[in-house]
């Protein structure tokens, strides 16, 4: 594929030589998303690692929902999961796979850790769980509970599962070493009460186990060969490693750590965006504004523009914030190749042709990509009213304005020149409203035969023949680069109130009509846009801006 630019980094060598060395003749990675949100651009990092390994060495990726906490957990996040994965261009075999899949299993592991006297219950609360923890400098403080007999433990956690104690009554901890320099090894907790039904198991549980016990053991019941996951479980490894060694687990994956990506001028943590659709400072999950992979899609990105950027970002162990700009050109490499090109107006100002034959409509030729004739060509309408964009045109022109002035002629593209003979304007507001012009029947297609230039080339529409739309351009979510930078104060007084404009009287060609929500258009001058999916059966279409078509922000911040 194109974007399998095939980049070297550790996890690669590291999975190289396994395969050198006989350690593993087929690779398994896995996916493991919690179902408690959409997924979001660094998730697509993980999903191209893992997936994209297990491509390369013809292995295997298993999608698995890390389904263990009931209370926050839904059915709608599994859906949105699976097709931002799909949609990535990624498979993952017959069925995904589900945490909750493995209760029965994980609950024999615990009771096996009891009888070998490695996990006890204990019936502190989290609060004294937690003040007994110690420090990075102090040793924790052993559980009163912790030298309860086997017998004694097996009978409370039976009881724990068949729901005779409330929530937080007690809980199953492994008894491995309060002193430890590593506070997860601090006899950390496997399993809660929760008496609330799962998606998936319904009524039958009313303890389940905690991600660090549920993570490792179903890495290793799906034989998972590497297990690939973000730095902030490094510390977490030790315990990974050890439950899959006291228990008769089927294999032992490989815990490797890798940064997460952090995208500047956005927030990315599910926590953070699920305030910011409670709180109604965005629409839903899927607003384009957001990096969610969803809001992204809708927003008119393309999978080729996401894998090329993870693939660009490469991997290490580095944290890094990366910016923004480099996703969105990214997404304009793609484009410029794909995205057939039309002609819109946003801001539109009426032009009437004083010399055009009355209710005479022209046919012009206009290519589809100037750059590849094989996208061809289509008829686009002319007549005696069109619209250009107001920013086209200017009264009080300096010389280097070579655009539309009074007295100045510019190139309509694909059609005529014209020069601007008077300009209307409205009485009250001085706003100017319209602009009577004329135009040279022996410039058609774009050229003077008397080899006369001008500077300028605009888009435009026929009055006649274009379809109102209202168009949607977006900026940056946050004002500044990194939103959550300011301890002080909370992230959402860092929302730019300009991220979303909406223009409601835009012009574009006829053909747009026909536009399918998944198909990004270049309107010439302006950017990229798609039909907006949400927006389609409206009086007006909606058109998402997707992209601008050179980064403004890099002269902003030059400027500066
Ligand atoms: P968030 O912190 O954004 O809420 P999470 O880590 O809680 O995300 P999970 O559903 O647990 O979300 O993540 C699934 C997988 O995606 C994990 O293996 C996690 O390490 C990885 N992942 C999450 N965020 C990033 C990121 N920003 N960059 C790379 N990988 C990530
Ligand atoms: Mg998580």
């Not at 901890?173 to 929760?194: F, G, T």
């Not at 992979?293 to 990105?301: D, V």
């Not at 009250?428 to 035969?449: F, H, K, N, Q």
Request: net charge negative; proline share 5%; hydrophobic share 35%.
């Amino acid at each position: 594929m194109e974007d399998q630019e095939k980049k070297r980094h550790f996890i690669k060598s590291i999975i190289q030589e396994d395969i050198n060395t006989g350690k593993h003749e087929t690779i398994v990675t896995r996916f493991p998303p919690e179902p408690n949100g959409f997924l979001h651009i660094g998730h697509a990092k993980s999903i191209c690692l893992n997936f994209g390994m297990a491509e390369e060495f013809q292995g295997q990726c298993n999608l698995r929902f890390d389904d263990t906490n009931p209370a926050k957990e839904e059915q709608k996040y599994v859906e949105s999961i699976e097709e931002d994965v799909k949609w990535l261009g990624f498979e993952w075999g017959e069925t995904a796979f589900h945490a909750s899949d493995y209760f029965d299993t994980l609950y024999d592991f615990a009771v096996d850790l009891i009888k070998q006297g490695k996990a006890f219950v204990c019936s502190l609360s989290g609060d004294e769980i937690r003040q007994q923890r110690g420090t990075l400098t102090e040793p924790g403080r052993k559980s009163p509970h912790r030298q309860r007999t086997v017998a004694e433990n097996l009978d409370l956690f039976t009881r724990m599962k068949n729901g005779e104690f409330n929530d937080g009554e007690h809980v199953l901890r492994a008894k491995i070493d309060m002193a430890s320099p590593n506070i997860n090894m601090r006899d950390p907790v496997l399993y809660r009460i929760k008496r609330m039904d799962h998606p998936r198991t319904g009524d039958k549980w009313c303890i389940y186990p905690m991600y660090d016990f549920t993570h490792c053991l179903s890495d290793a019941l799906e034989g998972i060969t590497h297990s690939l996951c973000t730095l902030e479980f490094q510390d977490h490894r030790a315990l990974y490693d050890w439950i899959i060694e006291q228990v008769d687990a089927p294999c032992h994956p490989r815990q490797i750590e890798f940064a997460r990506m952090n995208l500047n001028y956005t927030v990315m943590s599910k926590r953070k965006i699920q305030k910011l659709v409670q709180e109604n400072y965005i629409e839903s999950w899927d607003d384009p504004r957001l990096p969610t992979i969803a809001g992204l899609r809708r927003r008119g990105y393309t999978p080729g523009a996401i894998r090329k950027f993870c693939s660009t970002i490469g991997v290490s162990k580095k944290e890094s914030r990366i910016d923004i700009g480099l996703l969105e050109s990214c997404l304009r490499e793609d484009l410029n190749d794909r995205a057939p090109r039309v002609m819109g107006v946003i801001n539109p100002l009426k032009v009437v042709i004083e010399n055009w034959p009355e209710h005479q409509t022209e046919e012009l030729d206009a290519w589809n990509h100037p750059q590849k004739p094989e996208m061809g060509k289509r008829k686009i309408l002319f007549s005696g009213t069109i619209f250009i964009e107001k920013e086209d045109f200017m009264e009080n022109a300096p010389k280097k304005f070579f655009r539309l002035a009074p007295g100045r002629e510019v190139r309509l593209r694909y059609a005529y020149f014209i020069t601007c003979n008077q300009v209307i304007k409205d009485e009250t507001t001085g706003e100017v409203i319209e602009l009577r012009c004329s135009y040279d029947p022996a410039t058609r297609g774009g050229d003077a035969p008397d080899g006369r230039k001008v500077k300028g080339t605009l888009h435009w529409v026929s009055a006649e023949h274009c379809i109102p739309a209202e168009v949607h351009l977006y900026d940056r979510l946050f004002l500044s680069e990194n939103p959550e930078g300011a301890a002080d104060k909370d992230f959402t007084g860092n929302i730019n109130p300009e991220s979303l404009v909406k223009l409601d009287h835009a012009k574009l060609e006829k053909g747009l009509a026909a536009a399918e929500t998944s198909k990004v258009f270049q309107f010439e001058r302006l950017g990229y846009f798609c039909l907006d999916s949400k927006h389609t059966s409206g009086e007006k279409p909606v058109f998402n801006r997707t992209v601008t078509l050179r980064d403004t922000w890099a002269k902003v911040k030059k400027k500066n």
